[in-house]
């Protein structure tokens, strides 16, 4: 088999796998944001998308930086720092891909995109980055529980307003992790 032949074959497979992740990603797409569980819900979807702008992580870090230990307010810089890299590093994704965003079908949903790009999602990013910085930092369950519970609603909220394929919030989720498994423990210790 020639070089020509076997890379041909590899980028047949990879138009193949490509449209096999598209077709599911709009049937889960669909299936979220017409659910009629969730559309009784419609209201706190709406407000979990805009707690994933950044309210709810930039008012922890208020409280903590004005009420708690120095330890919690070392833990506040270090967020800050991987959240500062977390964002950088999305948004170099997003211009890489170029992934469109869903088209949007519902009317009188939130309908502001901050970008046109679509993977990852920069609210997902965030939000199970944010997530696992607070396991680290306070491994308590019911903290662990509720960050890991706002980031999951702050992801499907994406999906369920059409602002994101369900690829875009589960890459986001890895992505976020990854990067504060990465550098949580490495910028704890230069502040320290």
């Known amino acids: 088999m020639s070089l020509a032949s076997l890379t041909l074959r590899v980028t047949d ?10 077709q599911w990603d709009e049937l889960a797409l669909n299936w979220v944001s017409t659910n009629p ?15 994933g702008d950044g309210y709810i992580w930039g008012l922890l870090g208020l409280y903590l930086i004005l009420f708690g230990t120095p330890a919690d307010q070392a833990n506040v810089l270090v967020g800050l720092g991987v959240t500062m890299v977390e964002i950088t590093v999305f ?9 469109p965003r869903p ?4 009317q009188g949903l939130r309908q502001s995109y901050l970008d ?3 993977f990852p999602s920069g609210h997902a990013t965030i939000g199970f980055g944010m997530a696992y910085l607070i396991a680290y930092f306070y491994p308590h369950w019911s903290s662990v529980l ?3 519970v ?6 499907l909220s994406r999906v369920y307003l059409r602002e994101h394929f369900p690829m875009d919030v589960i890459g986001g989720a890895a992505l976020g992790t990854a990067i504060s498994w990465v550098l949580t423990p490495l910028f704890w210790l230069l502040i320290h």
């Open 150 to 155: 706002i980031a999951g609603a702050i992801g």
């Open 13 to 22: 497979w990879l138009d193949r796998l490509g449209e096999a992740v598209l």
């Open 91 to 99: 948004r170099l994704f997003k211009a890489f891909f170029s992934r």
């Open 103 to 106: 088209p949007f079908l519902a």
């Open 37 to 51: 569980w969730l559309r009784r819900l419609d209201g706190l979807w709406v407000l979990a998308t805009y707690l």
């Open 116 to 118: 046109t790009h679509s």
């Open 146 to 148: 509720l960050a890991y």
